[in-house]
């Protein structure tokens, strides 16, 4: 059974940074074709994809907030940890990790975190 | 960017009448490899996306065979025959063929 939970301060301030955790279960990111990536879903707002980590360790991130975001893994703990510098008030939102096996796109989504970014 | 328009925003069912989503994109989303990298997400209110449709017509797992998907190139439809109350919440189409992954902005539907 796969499974994805997200993790992380509810509140942050303005110019911090955000570190988020998702902990999955159900299946190994050293596997070939695997990948997990971070959307955010802010309010009234579409979905929006921000960064993904494969298996190989190869990372994408969107290109608008690259200079701002870090992806990794720790494929022994089962974790992949989104770090987003300077936060500001328009990054207030809910979070989600997400799986991808194969081609097939996006198949499992974690509960989502809400991070609020509010002095 | 590739832009994914979804239409309408909003759809008001009757119960046991069929709905039908549109989802256009700005680019053919025709990959290199042949496939069309199209997906459908259901949101249920207070619930993380979950998906129904991959590659514009293959169903997931345990989705009724109320929900279907068509289309190719830029063109897309999400059809929901003999809609139930559970399908309330907003549907979401995702294109998968160019860098960055992109969200139409969603369809609410309802109950009349």
């Known amino acids: 059974q796969v499974t994805l939970r997200e993790s992380g301060p509810a509140l942050v301030k303005p110019t911090q940074t955000l570190t988020l955790t998702c902990t999955f279960s159900g299946f190994s990111l050293s596997t070939s074709e695997m990948c997990v990536s971070w959307i955010r879903q802010s309010p009234g707002k579409a979905l929006e994809w921000l960064a993904r980590i494969d298996w190989d360790d190869d990372k994408h991130y969107r290109t608008s907030l690259k200079t701002r975001l870090t992806i990794s893994k720790d494929t022994s703990k089962n974790q992949v940890v989104l770090t987003m510098t300077n936060m500001d008030p328009v990054d207030t939102g809910t979070y989600y990790c997400?799986?991808?096996?194969?081609?097939?796109?996006?198949?499992?989504w974690g509960r989502g975190t809400v991070v609020t970014v509010s002095s | 960017d590739v832009v994914m328009t979804q239409s309408p925003l909003s759809l008001p069912v009757t119960l046991g009448q069929s709905a039908s989503i549109s989802c256009r994109s700005s680019q053919s989303l025709v990959y290199s490899d042949g496939d069309t990298y199209l997906t459908w997400f259901q949101q249920r209110p207070g619930q993380s996306p979950r998906r129904l449709i991959y590659?514009?017509?293959n169903r997931d797992s345990g989705v009724p065979d109320r929900f279907s998907g068509s289309g190719s190139g830029t063109d897309f439809t999400l059809k929901i025959s003999r809609v139930e109350a559970e399908d309330v919440g907003v549907y979401y189409c995702?294109?998968?063929?160019?860098?960055?992954?992109?969200f139409g902005g969603g369809t609410k539907v309802e109950i009349k």
């Open positions: 997400a799986r991808r096996a194969g081609n097939s796109g996006l198949d499992y």
């Open positions: 590659k514009v017509s």
């Open positions: 995702m294109q998968g063929t160019h860098w960055p992954l992109t």
